[in-house]
């Protein structure tokens, strides 16, 4: 049996730094490895774990951090997903300013962060609905990898900057009907 995939050979970007990777399976496989392990720390609480953003659409080039969206009954309880997302090495990161969404980083370089948010509430849905229509409209995903190589080249060493530019996009495509 082959060891489990190191999360260094594939992930990792340092604070403030704009970098694609191209697409590699080695994404799922980590997310279907480290899915278990939150829901595990976290019980109860957790409604769904579904892999999201750019790492989980196959064939797309991707910033090479991996996002996990944890679903929760009620956002209100989030509290209680600090001390056991921190002892699988998650940090409470609030200051990242996501409305409805309550962020946790891991790894410096960074490697991973978790999104909680209100399973089935508009963030939930919005991360679902963005996934699946990239990996299930043609040439959406290659219209947004050409976007997003455009601003990783223009905003390298400015990310938030990188994901303001990618709003309008994003937004374009949640609202399509």
Known sequence: MAPPPDPADVLGLESDRVRLRPYTSRWAE???????????????????VQHVGSTSIPGLMAKPILD??????????????????????????????LAQNEVFSRGTPRTHLVHVVEHGGE??????????????????????EALKRDLATTHELDRPGYTAAKHTFIRGVLDAP
């Open 30 to 48: 980590l997310f279907a490895l480290e899915a278990p392990r939150i829901r595990a720390a976290l019980g109860a609480m957790v409604v769904d």
């Open 68 to 97: 996990i969206a944890v679903g929760l009954d009620q956002l209100a309880i989030y509290p209680l997903c600090i001390g056991p997302l921190a002892a699988l090495g998650y940090e409470h990161v609030p200051w990242q300013g």
């Open 123 to 144: 963030k939930w849905r919005d991360y679902l609905k963005f996934r699946e229509r990239l990996a299930n409209v043609p040439g959406l995903a290659r219209e947004y």
